[in-house]
């Protein structure tokens, strides 16, 4: 990263938020926006089937977040992960 940018960047300061779409428990197919949260689960109430993942938006966050080391979004953050919400 062009070390410029980074000064501005630290001195802002630039935050990187806690959200679903880096958090451990949830899953997106690629880079779609919407995926689900394995962490918490509804029954649905048109089917009979077990607990379904809840719907989430990768922009969402909550309360159970834990950062999720092998996630897509976390490794395409590259030098940014530096700003990640301590």
Known sequence: MDANKLEVLRR???KINKVC???A???FVSESAWGGCQKHLYDHLKHKEPAKPLSIHMFGT???FTMGAGC???KSLGAYEEFLEK
């Open 12 to 14: 802002m300061p630039y």
């Open 72 to 74: 897509w979004a976390l």
């Open 25 to 27: 428990h949830s899953e």
């Open 62 to 64: 909550c309360p159970a």
């Open 21 to 23: 779409g880096l958090c």
